[in-house]
């Protein structure tokens, strides 16, 4: 009988709300409102507040009073504390011993603070294996090393270490994600990630990140599976002008903005790849040639493609296994930057070729199967080779003669000269011109474009004498002579 009697007190005693652990002595419970959560990231930035730290796997702390004295969940009162910093804790295994005062004091720093550190957390990458799956939206990517990669640079990646302790990281990741505006996202550096202090909102929990950009949108969200091992995205929109990659109704989506600057074009895939260099791979020199979806096409070993968009999806891959495909525009990104649009309005007319000064460099973009050959002018990419050059001065300047497909944004680089060759001759070394377009009349009036070549008869320079009675650069055919003159390009 005094058993079962002692058996009920006890029982009467855990149903008190004063001794239930999910509340303290003044019925607040230990659950925190989420609006009250986010309060209390924003004013920490992300990140525990102890200087240098802006560690994000945190917990959100009552500081003064502490928990088992406050009536309310006060955002003014409770920070964000990594576990080494939690307070609580001083003392008792020997961690950084920072009171309460301290915590309070550094809260209201970073609060008042307009640049902070960004938050940043390795935890995220513990316990990852060799041979990691990537999921983003839909599709899989199995050993693929360069996940998403950009003109040959990676801009999701990782690499396989070779490390015999056991402890150390099997898999090392780096990653960079813009926003529209080009500003940083998220940056992972040696499985050690940093999101700037300027988002909306960050959350980070155990094995989850989500990140919500200035416009409070949700941008990014990835966990980590560890039976799988396997990190999945499930929420990615990020840019790389001119390009904007976003997980679209689960498809893994790459859009490039279109020739005329007026919309995107996507390619949208679920797809499984396996054991390749290259996932999803973009090339902003590749030659794009409508600004409407085009062709797709699929080859064992090189990925499925827009034709001429620079998007390839599974590039490389030895396996590739299509579920759904997808081709569509997007007209309505009002928000979306404009990177091809000119900063001066000197465009070219639609029918006219045109002329670039400056230097060129070729470079080889290596590829585990492959490589590609890329060309800029003055660091600007061109779609492909200029058609001819040659040298202006000793500082090895050349005039380049460059495509009508080229984007029109060319015409506004620093190095650009003209349309026409009337326009180079006014400048002082039109005697080197090589080759050139002039405009000229027919019989019956109608304005002929012609190509010349460079030339020196008779003692005479063609392209760079003045007629002495016109006072006008002669043209081909006032030299009197056919031949070295080529007549080929009457332009449509
Ligand atoms: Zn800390």
Redesign the pocket.
Known sequence: MKKSRIKKKKGGNTKNAKRNPNFNTHQLSRTIPDEIKQQIRQNSKF????PN???AF?EYEHIIPEFKDAKEHNPDKMCL?????NPRRTGKKGQENFSKEDIAGFYTVIRSSESVPEARSESFFYGLKRNPTIIIGNSSFINIESIINIDGRNVFSFITNNFEDPLSPQVTFFGFFQDSLGNELLRIENNQWFSPSTHWDVITTNGEVKIWDSSQKLVFHARKLPKMNSIEIVELNMWAAPFHIKIIDGNLSAGRLSKDGREYVYLSVSADYAWGKCGLYLNSNDYFQRPVISDIEMKGGKGTTMVGSGIWFGKGAGRMQLRNVKLYSSSNIKSAPNPLKPKKTILPPSDANYFVKGILTTKILPFYMWEEKVFELNGQSLDYEPMSWGQINEEGENLYYISRDEPADLATNVGFVGFYANDLLKYEWADRVFEAEVEEFDSEGNSLTIRVKRANINGRKVLSEVNSETQEYYHPHQFGCISPWINTTALP
């Open positions: 990140g525990c507040v102890v730290c802006r560690e945190y504390v990594c576990p080494t910093h």
